[in-house]
């Protein structure tokens, strides 16, 4: 069975910085689609960043862009998100999900494995 499992999130201050983890059980690692969503109290879960198997691309909604560093290290069975210039806006559960294939990378239909969430909080 495979096991996802978030770490890092925190409260902040909004311009300050988190760096979130997730190590997945998913084999091979090297060939998954890896993704971060996050969910607000009432709102759709939103897929924020991706980076498939495919030349190792990257890629992240409009709501993120600039701000949002995804990163893999296949070693280590890890991705994390590097979180700056963190906005009020930005908080939110934030939710690590895996996938074997490729395409829809910001869709969550893609996804057949998600972590518990880890929560993130940006003040004022």
């Known amino acids: 069975q495979v096991q996802l499992v978030e770490s890092g999130g925190g409260l902040v201050q909004a311009g300050g910085s988190l760096r979130l983890s997730c190590v997945a059980s998913l084999r091979p690692f090297w060939k998954a689609t890896m993704a971060w969503f996050r969910q607000a109290p009432g709102k759709e879960r939103e897929g924020i960043a991706a980076?498939?198997?495919?030349?190792?691309?990257?890629f992240y909604a409009d709501s993120v862009q600039g701000r949002f560093t995804i990163s893999r290290d296949n070693a280590s069975s890890a991705v994390d998100l590097q979180m700056d210039s963190l906005e009020p806006g930005d908080t939110a559960v934030y939710y690590c999900a895996a996938s074997k294939s490729s395409g829809g990378v910001l869709q969550a239909a893609t996804y057949d494995n998600w972590g518990q969430g880890t929560q993130v909080t940006v003040s004022s």
């Open positions: 980076t498939d198997w495919v030349g190792d691309r990257t």
